[in-house]
């Protein structure tokens, strides 16, 4: 999908990726024209695939009665990065709603599909799925930091224990290390972790069972 820079414009969509999952004939036809008209480049498929193709943006896919163990495969397909779904409905009921639901659809389009009602629901999805992946994008980041941190943490008190080092020492101690390897400090904490384990562990072992 390309790369919006500040607020989303219509020309964003031009060169958007969308799997059209409906079966062939005129309604099929129709939105793939409207798409093209918009400018993005859709690849229509029927039935649904088992395996979705990695190189999508947008993934339009018809609920309705006749498609729903098809629906369900593809829900089974979908992850917190994959393309952002919306589903066409042709009318609404408990059962067609829970898969728009099951789908986390980042839009809904009524038929008969209309080029302006598509066009609102493509940049709305576009959207939405924008705003997901930086959400669990900065999730990752801090998490990682978490766990970096932890890795550190370890390393110093390993420090401490093997190596009869203050804990004030430890942090300038991964650094000089660092520095000489050319690596980072939670590398030289790796590393100082996996050679000297077992060794903490044992220096530690009569402490906790005193305990």
């Known amino acids: 999908m390309p790369k919006a820079s500040g607020k989303p414009k219509i020309s964003d969509l031009k060169g958007t990726r969308v799997l059209v999952l409906l079966p062939p004939g005129r309604e099929a036809e129709g939105l793939m024209t409207h798409l093209i008209r918009i400018g993005c ?42 393309a952002p779904v919306i589903a066409l409905v042709g009318y609404e009921d408990p059962s067609t709603l829970q898969l728009v639901l099951e789908l986390r659809a980042a839009a809904v389009i009524e038929r008969p599909v209309k080029p302006f009602g598509l066009l609102t629901n493509l940049m709305i999805s576009r959207d939405v799925w924008q705003r997901r992946r930086k959400n669990i ?18 390393a110093k008190i390993i420090l401490c224990h093997v190596q009869k080092m203050e804990m004030s020492q430890t942090h300038r101690y991964l650094q000089k290390a660092a520095m000489d390897s050319r690596s980072s400090i939670e590398k030289v904490a790796e590393r100082i972790i996996a050679e000297n384990a077992a060794q903490a562990v044992a220096l530690r072992a009569p402490s906790d069972s005193q305990g």
């Open 41 to 82: 480049l859709p690849r229509l498929y029927w039935p649904i695939p088992e395996t979705l193709p990695e190189d999508i943006d947008v993934i339009i896919v018809t609920v309705d009665s006749d498609a729903r163990a098809d629906v369900r495969g593809l829900i089974a397909q979908l992850g917190d990065l994959s």
């Open 137 to 154: 994008e900065r999730i990752a980041e801090a998490e990682n930091r978490h766990l970096a941190l932890s890795t550190v943490e370890v």
